[in-house]
């Protein structure tokens, strides 16, 4: 099982900020097939990057993913109000599929 | 638009039995890969199942392997997470989502299951 590490657990930011969260996996994740979910609270899950840097459909190009192999990155260049949420990383080279614990994206 | 909404939630005793659908509209459901994902009261997000578009291919997360069983019905648009003996730590809001290969790139609204006594 692809285990997935997610630092930092918080991070406090102002808006207008710069936010850069960490996924490492435990073995390598093949085809790049790591994504990048946000999540508001009392809401479902949506998906922000897939395949490590691809945007999904209406995301905002605030919202950039870098990385291969073992290490990727979510960047937000310029936290808008409605981005504070907690951000979730996926693999889906492997079954089982696995998530990271999530980074929350809090206001300073 | 994609919509997915799941049903057959409840509270139930432990060591029993609940079928959750999930009906899908807005898209042609028998080319998608479907799944079935979790979150635990307060918790991360927690992968349960997934099944190809055929239905022949299953996949499961080792803590649900044995009791939990994903199938689907593509004649009816919809999904199906059939849960045997059921545990405390099954509780959870259960959601369905639409995979793009096994990439999840729509999620439903949710179900909310509780097991106690």
């Known amino acids: 099982e692809i285990v997935l590490t997610q630092s930092p657990g918080t991070l406090s930011l102002s808006p207008g900020e710069r936010a850069t969260l960490s996924c490492r996996a435990s073995q390598t994740v093949t085809n790049n097939y790591l994504a990048w979910h946000q999540q508001k609270p009392g809401q479902a899950p949506r998906l922000l990057i897939y395949?490590?840097?691809r945007r999904a459909t209406g995301i905002p190009d605030r919202f950039s993913g870098s990385g291969s192999g073992t290490d990727f990155t979510l960047t937000i260049s310029r936290l808008e109000p409605e981005d504070f949420a907690v951000y979730y990383c996926q693999q889906s080279s492997y079954s089982p599929l696995t998530f990271g614990q999530g980074t929350k994206v809090e206001i300073k | 638009q994609v919509q997915l909404v799941e049903s057959g939630g409840g509270v139930v005793q432990p060591g029993r039995s609940l079928r959750l659908s999930c009906a899908a509209s807005?898209?042609?459901?028998?080319?998608?890969?479907m799944q079935w994902v979790r979150q635990a009261p307060g918790k991360g997000l927690d992968w349960v199942a997934l099944?190809?578009?055929?239905?022949?291919?299953?996949k499961y997360a080792d803590s649900v392997k044995g009791r939990f069983t994903i199938s689907r019905d593509n004649s009816k648009n919809t999904l199906y997470l059939q849960m045997n003996s059921l545990r405390v730590e099954d509780t959870a809001v259960y959601y369905c989502?639409?995979?793009?290969?096994?990439?999840?790139?729509?999620w439903g609204q949710g179900t909310l299951v509780t097991v106690n006594s």
């Open positions: 807005g898209f042609t459901f028998s080319s998608s890969v």
């Open positions: 099944i190809s578009m055929d239905g022949i291919d299953e």
């Open positions: 395949t490590a840097s």
């Open positions: 989502a639409r995979g793009a290969g096994w990439t999840i790139d729509y």
